[in-house]
Nanobody
């Protein structure tokens, strides 16, 4: 089972940027479909972005399209989420997720097998 550790969260002003990183353990990182999800207080966990095993295909929620960019470096066992033009409504705990079963990105949290501990992103207005 892959283990995931997120980093890069913090407090940023409206319009600012952050880059989240998710480091994975193990030698088979390349075989996992990866996703980023977020959960705000009182709300359900929601899909933000996902990336295929090779990194050739990426997917975004409509709410972040054009502002966020997902990427991965299989040599470094790491997936990234570059977040630009941040808004107060982006405030949430952001989670990295991995699936060894999926052949393509899924927006459903239940399709992912491993989760990181989460990193807080707070955007002040």
């Amino acid at each position: 089972q892959v283990q995931l550790v997120e980093s890069g969260g913090g407090l940023v002003q409206d319009g600012g940027s952050l880059r989240l990183s998710c480091a994975a353990s193990g030698r088979t990182f390349w075989s996992y479909v990866m996703g980023w999800f977020r959960q705000a207080p009182g709300k359900e966990r929601e899909f933000v972005s996902g990336i295929s095993r090779s990194g050739s295909s990426t997917y975004y929620a409509d709410s972040v399209k054009g502002r966020f960019t997902i990427s991965r470096d299989n040599a470094k066992n790491t997936v990234y989420l570059q977040m630009n033009s941040l808004k107060p409504e982006d405030t949430a705990v952001y989670y990295c997720a991995a699936s060894g079963r999926l052949v393509s990105v899924s927006v459903r949290p239940s399709d992912y097998d491993a989760w990181g501990q989460g990193t807080q992103v707070t955007v002040s207005s």
